[in-house]
Antibody, heavy 117, light 106 residues
């Protein structure tokens, strides 16, 4: 089974852009009909889907975040990435990447991103 | 926007059956997944497509989905099953998660 690992800055200043990368190991990110997703979870709260990208590059985003989110894929590096612009304290959360687009399995270990003022 | 509603908490005695519900409009017409999350860990897929138990998940976990309600049932609940459980569905080109249910094994 594939494994996923998130990486990127853990502290982002308010109004700036949050950027994270998910590295996939144990399989090719472009093989088969595969989606790759980002999901986040504020401390003590529930899960919020951010969006997904198909191996071909097509995307779907959470309507509530769509204006600020870009998910991209780099098949040469077996990675996919998340950019979230104009962040505020409300964007402070653990960010997970996951394999799949409607069924998420497996998930990365998650990375806590804190937005500071 | 579409919402999935879960009870915030469910309590069960060891060895008894726990039922966690997830409600949404015409939910029975959509596939539902269930995830288990223990403190400090990533969510783990338990059930997909309403009733399919993920490989490695104990047989005491089962799912159903009909009408407006999907249910995760844990038969013979064990202490290790204490966790948060989230339902999830695909609706209008977007993923929706329920608010989560904290299962306490007393």
């Amino acid at each position: 089974q594939v494994q996923l690992q998130e990486s990127g800055p853990t502290l982002v200043k308010s109004s700036q852009t949050l950027s994270l990368t998910c590295t996939v190991s144990g399989g090719s990110i472009s093989s088969g009909n595969y989606y790759w997703s980002w999901i986040r979870q504020p401390a003590g709260e529930g899960l919020e889907w951010i969006g997904r990208i198909y191996s071909s590059g097509s995307t779907n985003y959470n309507p509530s975040l769509k204006s600020r989110v870009t998910i991209s894929i780099d098949t040469s590096k077996n990675q996919f990435s998340l950019e979230l612009t104009s962040v505020t304290a409300a964007d402070t959360a653990v960010y997970y990447c996951a394999s799949g687009g409607t069924i998420f399995d497996p998930w990365g270990q998650g990375t806590l991103v804190t937005v500071s003022s | 926007s579409y919402e999935l509603s879960q009870p915030p908490s469910v309590s069960v005695s060891p060895g008894q059956t726990a039922s966690i519900t997830c409600s949404g409009e015409e939910l029975g017409s959509r596939y539902v997944c269930w995830y288990q999350q223990k403190p400090g860990q990533s969510p783990l897929l338990v059930i997909s497509q309403d009733t399919m138990r993920r490989s490695g998940v104990p047989e005491r976990f089962s799912g159903s989905n009909s009408g407006n309600t999907a249910t995760l049932t844990i038969s013979g609940t064990q202490d290790v099953d204490e966790a948060d459980y989230y339902c999830q569905a695909w609706v209008s080109n977007a993923v929706v998660f329920g608010g989560g249910t904290k299962l306490t094994v007393l």
